[in-house]
């Protein structure tokens, strides 16, 4: 969610809205969009770290005689030592390690536990950010913990003339869903500190061009700008503002 002062606020009555372009518009679809759409499908599809027929992990460093390996069955659960079935579905490994604890310390006298996934029926993606828009080179990159979407920005060669610095869409996966806020990197540059924002794996940020319509209606606009970008996610955004 938004950091500092900015709040979570679900536009009514409306709260979530389709990722899809306006009716009638031309809107090119761009191999760079084909490829985040599918990213990005790819991960909600999948929260978490688990997927049926992965390989798992349990290890108890106090008690090695309860270590164990098993598989993910189709339904997501595992079944971990003097305990009942366990939903791996969308925890990731250390979630489902910190549940274990939980649950063991009634059990065990020392529920210290690790969690590690051996092998992966579905390998992970390896986590990117995606710029998209006017800029000088959109595209995919791989993602570093700490980025800023100042530093996204100069990755991809730093904004073209027609881009518009105070409606950049940025879009976050988070549990599931996507996160999409409008946030004004020209106020950033005079100064403020309010909209500046550290990149989550799979961001996805989108310059706009400055020929993009206004509209009081923040939804409208957002989508207006996915859309002109080839963004096709067949899934929900919830919007969230300063």
Do not use: H, W
Request: glycine share 6%; hydrophobic share 40%; aromatic share 6%.
């Amino acid at each position: 969610m938004l950091a500092g002062c900015a709040s979570s606020v679900q536009y009514q009555p409306q709260r979530t809205i389709a990722l899809q372009p306006e009716p009638g518009a031309a809107v090119p679809r761009p191999a760079l969009g084909d490829q985040v759409s599918d990213t990005l499908n790819q991960l909600l599809e999948r929260p978490g770290d688990f997927s049926p027929n992965d390989l798992v992990r349990i290890r108890f460093p106090y008690m090695p005689s309860l270590d164990s390996e098993q598989r993910v069955l189709v339904s997501g659960e595992i079944s971990p030592p003097l305990l009942k079935p366990l939903q791996t579905r969308g925890l990731t490994a250390t979630e489902l390690q910190e549940k274990l604890q939980t649950l063991y310390r009634p059990v065990l006298e020392r529920a210290s536990v690790s969690v590690q996934v051996l092998e992966y029926a579905r390998p992970p993606l390896p986590p990117e950010t995606f710029v998209m828009g006017e800029v000088a080179r959109p595209g995919a990159f791989p993602y570093r913990d700490g980025s800023s979407v100042f530093e996204a920005l100069a990755r991809a060669g730093g904004a073209s003339r027609d881009a518009d610095l105070s409606q950049v869409v940025l879009l976050t996966p988070v549990k599931g869903q996507l996160e999409a806020e409008m946030i004004d990197l020209r106020a950033v540059l005079n100064g403020s500190s309010a909209q500046l924002r550290e990149l989550r794996p799979f961001s996805v940020m989108i310059i706009p061009a400055t020929r993009m319509a206004r509209s009081a209606d923040r939804a409208r606009q957002i989508r207006q700008i996915i859309g002109f970008n080839g963004l096709n996610l067949g899934s929900n955004f919830t919007l969230i503002s300063p």
